[in-house]
């Protein structure tokens, strides 16, 4: 069974997104506006695609306040988010913080999953709208 958590960081899917499709790119960019795009465009969001756009939003806030993506942030990881660090992230940030809602609502798998989970959803939602906050407001140090 794989781990799940509120923590963006604490779901072996997420952890897979940004090992997979993230950290392998000097440029990640465009894999991030892409799973922006498509969860804004989705008639339903699954799973993947949920855990895709909170990953790119956690990497961009972690980029912009210049602070480790968790606590358990490794070498490779710190490394890779160093790099990509001196990249213009603005123009991700509005489409981001739209991209986290529809995550955290209706029509998304996640949504739906987290839910079903009355002592745990509140704080997975705020978490997320947090995350879309604080995209819509963090400037670049």
């Keep these: 069974m794989g781990a799940w958590g509120i923590g963006t960081f604490d779901d072996d899917t997420a952890l897979d997104f940004l090992e997979g499709e993230l950290i392998p790119r000097p440029d990640p960019r465009a894999v991030m506006r892409r799973a922006f795009e498509d969860a804004l465009s989705a008639e339903y969001v699954d799973y993947l695609a949920g855990q895709s756009v909170l990953v790119s939003a956690a990497v961009i806030e ?6 480790p993506l968790t ?71």
């Design 62 to 67: 972690a980029v912009l306040v210049r602070k």
């Design 71 to 141: 606590l358990r942030e490794n070498e490779k990881w710190t490394q890779w988010r160093v790099a990509i660090g001196t990249l213009d992230f603005s123009s991700l940030k509005a489409i981001g913080e739209r991209a986290c809602l529809r995550v955290c609502a209706e029509g998304s798998e996640l949504f739906e999953l987290w839910s079903e989970n009355e002592e745990l959803f509140p704080d997975w939602k705020q978490g997320i709208e947090s995350l879309a906050e604080s995209l819509a407001s963090t400037r670049p140090l």
